[in-house]
């Protein structure tokens, strides 16, 4: 009972004392803790912030070019390679992308017929073809390089989409090659694609191709693109290779004969030809329209080209003709003179140039080659002559004759030419 009353009795004043000593060193080490936990709460915000801040750093790599999208409008400018400071996200957006790295798309199967062939033929829902302007049809495969050339036609005109960059790409070159391969294959005809000369296709569906992507802006630029397989159906391939083949036949006997009249020409008027060939042709056309003065000129120049430029056997017949226009010339004009110089001296005694004349070409004449001379004695009043060749006088008439040849030949072989004179 004497426990129970000291219980309920208040305590002594020491002991409130001690109380409230515990209470303030309990209170101060929660303040400090507090205080300590603040302060570490603070630095790891200050952390936070910072790292927050520095998330927006981006590292743009050699081949690269960034794009920043700021609440998804593109901001001005190009991030070019290195480092780069940039507002973090949701604020900014980075788009990186390689820039002129040549990437190779291969589309083998869009005008390509599929590995199920059917009795029947092509099936237009799973075979691709295309059809020429002829209604052909022909197989092509195809390999495209391309490369993003302006990063910020490309942002601009194909970033916007959920779909990845590379999928959203092959499949605008895919549909913008179909489409121009379909137009340009219109204005060609089977067998200029195959097997004579499918490089012509692609040429000209990389002309529209490059077309379409600058009129969308697309920031893409087609550096190559190559058809590496083409066929035509089946049941037609052999025959295409026969008309090839023949076409092939064709190009040669054009060749051959092309060949074969550049030689004729070449020897019939040398080098010369093909000038003479074009006055000849204006010579026709002028005539054909009347033009006197024309016709003029292309004689003329036609005159020109045979006396000075021909060769072969038409400029050696032009020469042999003018060495022997001018021999006949010169004799005619050796003539006139020995007329001129006879003909006063006929005059004063006729009978007398007569007999000198007789003389001189009696005397010509039994000097000449392959004349033989027999002497009758004096006062025989028969005389028999058995005349048979001479042997010796024979051999030395072969010998001249062969000599005189000789020197024709080597006359006609340096003859200069002359110029021809005359008319047509």
């Known amino acids: 009972m004497a426990d129970s009353r000291h219980d309920l009795n208040p305590g002594s004043p020491r002991e409130f004392e001690a109380d409230d000593a515990q209470l303030d060193a309990a209170s ?14 603070k630095a790891v915000m200050v952390l936070l912030v910072i790292a927050f801040l520095f998330s927006g750093l981006i590292r743009v790599d050699e081949n690269e070019e960034a794009i920043i999208l700021r609440f998804g409008r593109r901001t001005a400018g190009v991030r070019h390679p290195g480092l780069s400071l940039a507002w973090p996200f949701p604020i900014d957006e980075t788009i990186r992308l390689p820039v002129n790295e040549l990437k190779t798309l291969r589309l083998e ?19 691709g073809a295309l059809l020429t302007g002829d209604r052909g049809l022909v197989h092509v495969k195809w390999t495209l390089t391309y490369k993003i050339k302006s990063i910020e036609d490309f942002v601009n005109t ?10 959203r790409i092959e499949s605008l070159l895919a549909n913008l090659l179909k489409h121009a391969a379909v137009l340009e294959a219109a204005g060609m005809t089977a067998i200029d694609i195959y097997p ?19 009129a969308i802006e697309s920031g893409l630029e087609i550096v190559a693109l190559d058809i590496h397989e083409s066929t035509v159906p089946g049941p037609a391939r052999q025959a295409f290779l026969d008309v090839t083949k023949q076409q092939s036949t064709r190009q040669k006997l ?9 030689d004729t020409l070449n020897g019939a008027a040398g080098a010369a030809h093909v000038t003479l060939l074009a006055a000849l042709d204006r010579r026709d056309v002028a005539r054909t329209r009347g033009d006197d003065a024309a016709l003029t000129a292309a004689w003329e120049e036609i005159d020109q080209l ?26 005619i004009q050796a003539d006139v003179h020995e007329y ?21 070409t009696k005397g010509r004449v039994l000097a000449g080659p392959g004349v033989e001379k027999r002497f009758l004695p004096p006062g025989k009043k ?3 002559i058995t005349i048979g060749p001479d042997p010796l006088q024979k051999k030395l008439d072969e010998r001249d004759r062969l000599l005189k040849e000789h020197k024709h030949r080597e006359a006609d072989a340096i003859t200069p030419t002359i110029g021809r004179r005359g008319q047509r």
């Open 340 to 360: 001129e110089i006879l003909l006063p001296e006929y005059r004063r005694s006729p009978r007398l140039l007569i007999t000198r004349l007789w003389q001189e």
């Open 28 to 41: 101060q080490s929660l303040a400090d803790a507090l205080r300590a936990t603040f302060r570490i709460l």
């Open 196 to 214: 004579r000369n499918p490089e012509a296709l692609a040429k000209g569906v990389r002309r529209r191709l490059t077309a379409s992507l600058e």
């Open 158 to 167: 194909l970033a916007d989409s959920g779909v990845g960059q590379e999928e």
């Open 109 to 127: 199967d869009i005008h390509w017929p599929s590995s199920a062939r059917t009795p029947r033929g092509l099936d237009p829902v799973k075979d």
């Open 306 to 331: 045979i006396e000075h430029s021909v060769s072969g056997e038409a400029g050696a017949m032009i020469a042999v003709a003018n060495a022997f226009y001018a021999q006949t010339v010169h004799a």
């Open 254 to 262: 054009i060749r051959d004969a092309q060949r074969k009249a550049s």
């Open 382 to 384: 028969e005389v028999r």
